[in-house]
């Protein structure tokens, strides 16, 4: 059986890329609902609905494991679909999201407790990184920031423009702004590593700044280790695939901004 990986659309991409890095035995599933996306503008039923459709559709595929590899999914439908859809669509089956694996390396790295938060729109009004970190210690303080022009930014292929150096530096000095004692970045859209080279350029010294693809892919050998049950399931033939509800060969272009060096031939679904 294979590892899914899901996202609304390509950023997900950077995700897959690190559990590759890390566990590259494993065979993956990619599916990006690239037809419907952006998420973050729907509702929350809306969401729900379509990343269902998307889990649904990668276990009937023979994923064993399904990791909702987006911010605006894991936010507003991982919860509901653990709690109510998997006993229907699979005991045996997992659906994992990225928010918890990204925050629960926070405590071991911040020392003043405050903690910076860059996101989307949709994931900075979901709540779901305040929540996720006050359970996991609630002396934390998060100051979180949307950053609405950063993700068309990847889109349009201008992260490495003069001109997003714009946006990001603006960003970045507002969020320091409200909260100097912020010792802790954290980067939650998956679209964000494009971008990472110019975020270190204007995050102060002594500020670390947050992936999450590196604690996802650690997050994720740890549950395998800790569920081995899982794990033999898992087939080793270090495949990878592609799904998308677009067109495969625009998926396929645009993969290559996502994963350099990675060839990508995605094929078309309808959900």
């Known amino acids: 059986m294979k590892i899914g990986i899901f996202d609304s659309g390509y950023g997900g991409l950077t995700i897959l890329k690190e559990i590759r890095k890390l566990l590259p035995q ?5 599916l990006g609902d690239n037809a419907r996306a952006p998420y973050g503008s729907h509702s929350y039923e809306v969401i729900y609905r379509y990343t269902l459709e998307s889990v649904e559709a990668l276990l009937q595929r023979d994923c064993a494991l399904v990791i909702l590899a987006c911010n605006t999914a894991s936010a507003k439908a991982l919860r509901t679909i653990q709690q109510n859809d998997l006993p229907r669509l699979g005991a045996d089956r997992r659906v994992l999201g990225v928010i918890r694996p990204t925050v629960e390396c926070v405590p071991t790295l911040t020392r003043t ?14 709540g779901s990184y305040a929540m996720e970190l006050h359970n996991i210690d609630p002396s934390l303080q998060l100051t979180a920031l949307a950053c609405p022009m950063w993700v068309p930014l990847v889109e349009y292929g201008e992260h490495n423009s003069a001109g997003a150096d714009y946006f990001i530096r603006k960003r970045i000095l507002q969020l ?15 679209h964000y590593p ?3 080279p110019k975020i270190r350029r204007y995050v102060p010294d002594g500020v670390r700044v947050l992936s999450q693809g590196t604690y996802v892919a650690r997050s994720l050998e740890d549950y395998l280790l800790r569920h081995p049950e899982m794990q033999v399931r898992l087939g080793t033939g270090a495949s990878c695939r592609f799904l998308t509800t677009e067109s495969a060969e625009k998926f396929s272009r645009a993969a290559s901004v996502f994963m350099p060096g ?3 031939e995605a094929e078309q679904i309808d959900l």
């Open 194 to 196: 494009l971008l990472l």
């Open 26 to 30: 494993y065979d993956y599933l990619y």
């Open 262 to 264: 990675t060839y990508v």
């Open 113 to 126: 407790h405050h903690v910076g938060l860059l996101a989307t729109p949709g994931t900075v009004n979901s």
């Open 176 to 190: 320091m702004s409200v909260d100097p004692q912020i010792d802790t970045i954290i980067l939650g859209c998956t």
